[in-house]
């Protein structure tokens, strides 16, 4: 979308490595989610900050505001890793509606 | 944690008949939302959906779609009448504020031929 950039589009791992999908929004954002698209299609939140930093197990977020990114880690991959990731931000100067990035089709190798 | 259930999970209709897409948000949430995905690209916002009125919608959200939650029962995205181009996945969402974070459905695979 116009509002949030999201790199990469694609991106390959081999198991057990890591990387780090990234946003940059255009305007000072509220928050944002970030969600796991799965191969069934299922879109399963993964966190949601309204700043700083959550980690959960092998995924790791931190969302500046005044710098205007968010980012996710991810650390070990594993093969069910594979899917589609979304982040989501929530512009206050739309009434906090949500803004979806284009998303990374993440591929995670044995 | 809580959910968002969509029914049907498919649905397969002919071009130009009605298709009515149900959500059951989560219980206690008071915003609710409708977003069209097609062939796992970009999640593009149609509508949002607060105290019985459409607060927002988007240019996707053509004058065939309609949506209501009448008596609180599901929240409903009809379109009538179907288009081809209306094929796509069709998410459900819900929130308890408007910036607070939305819980999505699983979606409603929707295929007009």
């Known amino acids: 979308g116009d509002q949030v950039e999201q790199s990469p589009s694609a991106l390959s791992l081999h198991e057990g490595t890591g990387s780090a999908l990234r946003c940059n929004f255009t305007t000072t954002m509220r928050a944002v989610q970030w969600f796991q698209q799965n191969s069934r299609g299922s879109l399963i939140n993964l966190f949601y900050?309204?700043?700083g930093t959550k980690e959960n197990g092998r995924l790791k977020s931190t969302f500046n505001s005044k710098e205007s990114y968010s980012t996710l880690h991810i650390r070990d991959a594993q093969l069910e890793d594979s899917g589609t990731y979304f982040c989501a931000a929530s512009d206050p100067n739309s009434n906090n509606r949500i803004f979806f990035g284009d998303g990374t089709q993440l591929v995670v190798k044995p | 944690g809580p959910k968002v259930l969509q029914i049907p999970s498919h649905q397969i209709i002919d071009m130009g008949q009605m298709v009515t897409l149900n959500c059951d948000p989560v219980?206690?949430?008071?915003?609710f939302y409708w977003y069209k995905q097609i062939l796992g690209q970009q999640m593009e916002f149609l509508v949002n959906f607060y105290n019985g009125k459409v607060m927002e919608k988007s240019k996707l959200f053509k004058d065939q779609f309609s949506v209501e939650r009448p008596d609180g029962s599901y929240f409903t995205l009809k379109i009538q009448p179907t288009a081809l181009e209306d094929s796509a996945v069709y998410f459900c969402?819900?929130?308890?504020?408007?910036?607070?974070?939305?819980?999505f459905g699983s979606g409603t695979r929707l295929l007009v031929i």
């Open positions: 900050l309204a700043s």
């Open positions: 969402a819900s929130s308890f504020t408007r910036g607070s974070d939305y819980t």
């Open positions: 219980s206690n949430h008071l915003y």
